[in-house]
């Protein structure tokens, strides 16, 4: 019996160790199966990764073609458009010479529906828009007054420069700058109303007029009416403020127009106290030469030609080179190296003629490093802009 139960407890014990053995195998080979399905999977995704990277591969060059294509359908586009343009223009500048007028004044560019006759519109306050009748024609004007004083109400237009420009005192002096924008647009834009600010922060007038054809001003601009229009802005002051010191100050275009004005006013001994020229130009005919989109037509004698031509019979010149030299007011250039529109050597070439051939005894000239990105119209970034115009006036 003892014997009989001591081999059914052996027998027990194998069986159990053999199940043991069975079930330890089982795992391990469990294990190792999803081991070596993990390391096949790793192999196959980096396979799918090696297959994918071969096909990128392959269609790359496919894709580069399409890019290239389209590059050599818009370079042959350019060439056909300034092809035409070089074509074109010499015939329209011919059959239509005043096409140069627009070209130059570029007075139809501007934004509608705009009420001129509201300055608090483009937040400028203590701000009087007026007009001025003058040729049978109307120039919407505004008057800016010193940021510290406040709008006095007045029943005419002579009651309100009377009252609204104060007298000039030993500790103050009276200030007043007409400033004479430049080409498109009108006297509300952007760029323009900051320098107004500007001013008006260091404490002067500032009166801001649209010549015919610009803005809320009727007619059509010509170099002649243009400046005639500063001239009779400028005599207005001079009639209803005579207290006031006037200075004039252009810009781009503007410049033209301020050097041709002061020069008459110099020749009549009623010369403004000075000028302040931003982003000059030599004169009208070099700045076309120079103009960014004219290296579309550099090799177009004929077009340039037909330019000088007829901006010579429209006696459309803008002679700053020339003015200038006649100028006895103190003259103050200012001039941003990075200006594309008009290239800061105009300023110096300027410079140069009117300080060896010119009348003024007063001339300066600054060149604004690149890094304030003043370009051609944002002079009042420039830091050191308010000692630069207290330095000249005072």
């Known amino acids: 019996m003892s014997t009989a139960l001591n081999l059914t407890n ?34 196959s995704g980096k396979s799918q990764k090696l297959r994918n990277y071969a096909k990128k591969t392959v269609e790359k060059p496919q894709i580069s073609n399409v890019y290239l294509a389209r590059i050599k359908s818009s370079f042959k586009n350019f060439v056909i458009f300034s092809i035409s343009l070089n074509f074109l223009l010499p015939l329209l500048i011919y059959a239509w010479p005043n096409v140069m007028n627009h070209m130059i004044f570029q007075h139809f560019l501007h934004l509608p ?49 009377e009252i609204n420009i104060e007298k000039s005192f030993e500790s103050k002096k ?35 007029v649209d010549y015919r054809g610009y803005g809320d001003s009727t007619g059509e601009p010509t170099e002649i009416d243009v400046v005639r229009d500063a001239l009779f802005t400028y005599d207005f002051i001079k009639r209803t403020a005579p207290w006031t010191t006037i200075y004039i100050w252009g810009h781009s275009l503007g410049t033209g127009i301020t050097s041709s004005a002061a020069r008459t006013l110099t020749e009549k001994n009623r010369a403004p106290e000075g000028i302040i020229l931003e982003a000059p130009f030599f004169n009208i005919v070099e700045e ?26 429209l006696n459309l010149q ?46 300066t000239f600054h060149r604004i490093p690149s890094h304030h990105k003043c370009n051609h119209q944002n002079i009042y970034l420039y830091p050191d802009l308010t000692n630069l115009i207290s330095d000249f006036i005072n």
Do not use: C
């Not at 009420?115 to 007026?130: D, K, M, Q, R, V």
């Not at 007054?145 to 029943?155: A, E, G, T, V």
């Open 10 to 43: 052996r027998q027990n014990f194998y069986i159990k160790l053999k199940l043991t053995k069975t079930l330890v195998n089982y795992k391990l080979g469990t294990i190792l199966r999803l081991f070596l399905k993990e390391k096949m999977a790793k192999k």
């Open 113 to 161: 529906f705009k009420n001129l006759s509201n300055p608090l519109e483009f937040n400028l306050n203590n701000t009087h828009a007026f007009v001025l009748n003058h040729d049978d024609i109307q120039l919407g004007a505004w008057h800016i007054l010193p940021h510290d004083k406040q709008l006095k109400p007045s029943s005419n237009l002579q009651e309100h420069f």
């Open 174 to 208: 009276s200030i007043t700058i007409l400033y004479l924008h430049g080409n498109t647009n009108d006297r509300s834009t952007y760029h323009r109303i900051q320098l107004y600010k500007y001013l008006s922060n260091l404490g002067y007038n500032v009166v801001a």
């Open 288 to 313: 076309v030469e120079l103009h960014p989109f004219a290296w579309l037509f550099s090799y177009n004698k004929i077009l340039f030609y037909m330019i000088e031509n007829s901006l010579s019979k």
């Open 318 to 363: 803008f002679r700053s080179d020339i003015h200038l030299q006649k100028v006895s007011s103190k003259i103050m250039i200012l001039h941003a190296e990075d200006d594309i529109i008009i290239p800061f050597h105009q300023s110096e070439k300027l410079y140069d003629i009117v300080k060896n051939k010119g009348v003024s005894s007063n001339l």
